[in-house]
């Protein structure tokens, strides 16, 4: 595996280099994947609006690695561990919005997101017991549908805190629009 990493550690420096970008970049396999990790200045350039450039170049490094290998591998790019922090955001909102659906019982739907960035809040709220997911829309980027599993029942469904009273929700502040059906929330 670590041969692997290598031919993909030089590739990703070829590439950016070819770019004019000056970085350092360390390997690792992790479950199957080559995992590399970008540090330099650059990061900005690199990562683009919500990741958007991070995932072209990810796309192309694995086209790159898969045909010199003659064989499909996962090459998972990171900068300045950038996906951990875009994990957390996403994960936060995932839990920020659930706590508003329980609360006023009723649905809400956020985006648009990346298929990546959806699994990530589908599998945040996946143990939540009262509130379920579902991506809505054609193509690449969709939007997420968060509502209260009983949603159709007319049952209003509401979060407990532990003392036993009704939660008043979590304030929530971010820049995607949410709607709730009827109007916008």
Same mark, same amino acid.
């Given at each position: 595996?670590?041969?692997?990493? !290598?031919?993909? $550690? &030089?590739? /990703?420096?070829?590439?950016?280099? #070819?770019?004019?970008?000056?970085?350092?970049?360390? +390997?690792? =396999?992790?479950?199957?994947?080559?995992?590399?990790?970008?540090?330099?200045?650059?990061?900005?350039?690199?990562?683009?609006?919500?990741?958007?450039?991070?995932?072209?170049?990810?796309?192309?490094?694995?086209?790159?690695?898969?045909?010199?290998?003659? !064989?499909?591998? $996962? &090459?998972? /790019?990171?900068?300045?561990?950038? #996906?951990?922090?875009?994990?957390?955001?996403?994960? +936060?909102? =995932?839990?920020?919005?659930?706590?508003?659906?329980?609360?006023?019982?009723?649905?809400?739907?956020?985006?648009?997101?990346?298929?990546?960035?959806?699994?990530?809040?589908?599998?945040?709220?996946?143990?939540?017991?009262?509130?379920?997911?579902?991506?809505?829309?054609?193509?690449?980027?969709?939007?997420?549908?968060?509502?209260?599993?009983?949603?159709?029942?007319?049952?209003?469904?509401? =979060?407990?805190?532990?003392?036993?009273?009704?939660?008043?929700?979590?304030?929530?502040?971010?820049?995607?629009?949410?709607?709730?059906?009827?109007?916008?929330?």
């Amino acid at each position: 595996m670590s041969e692997e990493i !290598e031919i993909a $550690r &030089v590739l /990703l420096l070829e590439l950016l280099e #070819r770019m004019g970008i000056d970085v350092e970049v360390d +390997g690792v =396999a992790r479950e199957g994947d080559l995992c590399l990790e970008v540090k330099g200045d650059k990061r900005g350039i690199l990562i683009g609006r919500h990741g958007q450039t991070l995932e072209s170049l990810q796309f192309l490094v694995n086209r790159m690695v898969s045909k010199k290998l003659r !064989e499909s591998v $996962r &090459v998972v /790019l990171d900068v300045n561990d950038y #996906r951990k922090r875009r994990e957390d955001y996403l994960t +936060g909102i =995932a839990f920020r919005v659930g706590q508003k659906v329980r609360t006023k019982g009723r649905s809400l739907t956020i985006g648009p997101f990346s298929a990546n960035e959806r699994r990530i809040i589908h599998v945040a709220l996946r143990e939540d017991p009262l509130v379920r997911t579902e991506s809505l829309g054609e193509g690449e980027i969709k939007k997420i549908k968060i509502a209260p599993k009983s949603e159709g029942s007319g049952e209003k469904v509401q =979060a407990q805190r532990p003392d036993g009273g009704i939660s008043s929700g979590l304030p929530f502040r971010n820049n995607f629009k949410l709607s709730g059906g009827k109007g916008d929330v």
